[in-house]
């Protein structure tokens, strides 16, 4: 059962553009949503979150967008670098159960950047 | 480089060995988490720790697999008799509102 669900397995964008990075759940006991980029042999790097309680947070070129009534986030990258060029991976969890805040994660999206 | 480390980066075995991953979060994090990374798939939660104490384990960690967090401080990954469908990346994060990870152990069982 795939309870986070990133149907974009890559997406190629070119230097200076949008990055429109999409991300499904079916969870409705998920209230807090996180973004990580993954290099080749490294661990995944926190990007930035968002609470059930917003629908938008913003980080310098990055954005995360949430639509609660249709279980969707997205992660918006202006402009698009080059060396963003990684695997965006999608994760949810509830912080307040008793699950301890483990993440659920997509199965990744392969962003490539061209000059 | 998040300050999780995490020893080896890589281990080849062969089926049947025992292997043990270790990981060093960050000091004042007193939550400490695994998981695994397949080909083509995100992290799946194997375990986590509060301190010393494992307070969850997936349906994923058979009773091949033990996990130990001695002290609260390091925690070491044991895998017995390994099986080749053991092969995959392990991953560490180490919690205090968000998680950050590990650079991961590549494990490759032959």
């Known amino acids: 059962d795939q309870q986070v669900k990133q149907n974009s397995p890559s997406l190629s964008v070119q230097e200076g553009r949008i990055s429109i990075l999409n991300c499904d759940y079916t969870n409705s006991m998920f209230d807090y949503f996180l973004w990580y980029k993954k290099y080749p042999a490294e661990g995944p790097t926190f990007l930035i979150s968002i609470s059930s309680i917003k629908d938008k947070n913003e980080d310098g070129r990055f954005t995360v967008f949430l639509n609660k009534s249709a279980k969707h986030l997205s992660l918006h990258i202006v402009p698009s670098q080059p060396g963003d060029s990684a695997v965006y991976f999608c994760a949810a969890t509830s912080p307040g159960a008793t699950s301890g805040s483990r993440l659920t994660f997509g199965e990744g999206t392969q962003l490539t950047v061209n000059p | 480089d998040t300050g999780v480390s995490q020893d080896p980066r890589h281990k080849i075995t062969k089926r049947g060995q025992n292997v043990t991953f270790r990981c060093d979060p960050i000091?004042?994090?007193?939550?400490l988490y695994w998981y695994r990374q397949t080909l083509g798939q995100g992290p799946e939660f194997l375990t986590y720790f509060q301190n010393e104490a494992q307070l969850e384990k997936s349906r994923l960690l058979s009773d091949r697999f033990s996990a130990e967090r001695p002290k609260g401080s390091f925690s070491t990954l044991e895998i017995q008799r390994t099986e080749q469908g053991d092969s995959a990346m392990y991953l560490c994060a180490s919690h205090r509102e968000t998680q950050y990870f590990g650079p991961g152990t590549r494990l490759l069982v032959l």
């Open positions: 000091s004042e994090h007193n939550r």
